[in-house]
């Protein structure tokens, strides 16, 4: 059906940071399937662990024990607050899972009748019907209303505007079931969370026992330079979603959560092909490779790199670039409102530089590149993007 704005391109093959297409021309990928690809393309590890799991067994369904379902599980409880996982196939499923919780929680938990959950404007948790209606922005609900009932929204990072909305939805008792956040907006700008915000915010929550879910789909496994994004926030979150990075280019997504906020019982939730061995294999391989190959430093240190490369663009550039946010390798180079080009028309030119960026929103590039990218694959980033730079002039 019609619902992509797709780039003039078709992509037949890649390897590590790069992609080529149909004609052979060669691209650098900053765009790695939207923040899918945690190892770059084709990787070695991955081409063997799946090969190996398509020959053992694909998929079996949640009615039997899935040993790779419980290997990455157990992972990521050992990584993590979290005691326990349900598994899903993106990141829309898994925000429909912490929803679910969050409101049985608060049903159970706070004895709450109709229970809210509040989240931030400008976020994005997801297209499926519960999922974009807690997206705080309007134009993803427009042509679908009536968004599902229970959501409302409230500046990110602003602890006033916060607390002024749970009062009112509190003033005669227990409302809010949980507050739904990203720790760092990515689909709405990349806006990164600050930490005084989130680290009050917390102690609110947990003066209430209003749960604190975070949006990792984005963020989580790795990205940030941290394997969480709440690591740097210096918070806990109460449950948390996954999904982008999780299966370094396969479908599958999750909800991780504390045991005190796990009300889920046999019956409440499940998932066809939720947690399958040929998705779990995927996850466990990157899990276990960003341990192997010390990646979190490496995040860490390229992002650093790209940052400051980014920072030198916008001394270059100051009719068009006003700044640069964003944490390991999911950098955000703000454009001038009045530059007069978009994001999306700049990631467009840049396929010329043969280079693959993305938009978040109107006014922001995007480079969310493999966690593998090289020093010098950063350079070859920076100088394809100056040169595309160069040419709007
Ligand atoms: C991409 C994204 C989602 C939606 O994930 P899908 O797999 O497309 O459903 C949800 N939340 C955040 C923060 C995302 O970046």
Redesign the pocket.
């Known amino acids: 059906m019609n619902t992509y704005n797709r780039f003039p391109l078709t992509l037949m093959r890649g390897q590590g940071c790069w992609v080529w297409d149909d004609h052979g021309h060669r691209y650098l990928d900053a765009v790695a399937g939207?923040?899918t690809d945690t190892l770059g393309h084709s990787d070695r590890a991955l081409r063997r662990s799946l090969s190996r799991q398509l020959r053992r067994l694909q998929h079996v369904s949640n009615l039997y024990r899935i040993p790779e379902q419980e290997a990455l599980a157990t992972w990521l409880v050992q990584h993590s607050c979290a005691d326990s996982v349900f598994f899903c196939?993106?990141?829309?499923?898994?925000?429909e899972a912490a929803i679910k919780l969050a409101r049985k929680h608060g049903h159970l938990k706070r004895s709450i009748d109709r229970p809210r959950i509040l989240t931030a404007s400008a976020?994005?948790?997801?297209?499926?019907l519960a999922?974009v209606s807690a997206?705080g922005q309007p134009r993803y609900h427009q042509s679908f209303e009536p968004i599902v009932e229970g959501f409302d929204y409230f500046p990110y990072n602003d602890i006033h505007a916060f607390e002024s909305l749970l009062v009112r939805h509190e003033a005669n008792g227990p409302a809010v079931a949980a507050v739904l956040l990203?720790p760092l907006?990515?689909?709405g700008g990349v806006h990164p969370g600050d930490a005084g915000f989130f680290q009050r915010l917390r102690s609110i929550c947990s003066e209430r026992n209003i749960l604190l879910i975070l949006?990792?789909?984005?963020?989580g496994m790795g990205r940030s330079g941290q394997l969480w994004g709440f690591e740097r926030l210096g918070i806990e979150p109460d449950a948390f979603?996954l999904?982008?990075g999780l299966g370094g280019g396969h479908?599958i997504?999750a909800l991780l959560v504390n045991a005190r906020a796990d009300v889920f019982e046999p019956g409440d939730h499940a998932s066809t092909f939720g947690g399958n061995p040929f998705a779990c294999t995927a996850g466990l391989t990157v899990a276990r490779e960003i341990e192997r190959r010390g990646l979190l430093r490496h995040v860490e240190e390229r992002g650093q790199q790209l940052q400051q490369g980014l920072q030198e663009l916008v001394a270059r550039y100051p009719k068009v670039l006003t700044g640069v946010r964003g944490w390991g390798l999911l950098q955000g180079l703000v454009l001038d409102q009045d530059c007069g080009v978009t994001a999306p028309q700049l990631a467009k030119a840049a396929l010329e530089q043969r280079l693959l960026v993305v938009a978040a929103g109107a006014m922001v590039l995007r480079m969310v590149p493999p966690l593998v990218i090289s020093a010098n694959e950063v350079r070859q980033l920076l100088r394809r993007l100056d040169a595309t730079l160069a040419g709007l002039a």
């Open positions: 939207i923040a196939n993106s990141g829309a499923e898994a925000n976020s994005f948790h997801g297209r499926t999922a997206t990203e907006q990515g689909e949006d990792e789909v984005q963020v979603t999904a982008k479908a997504g």
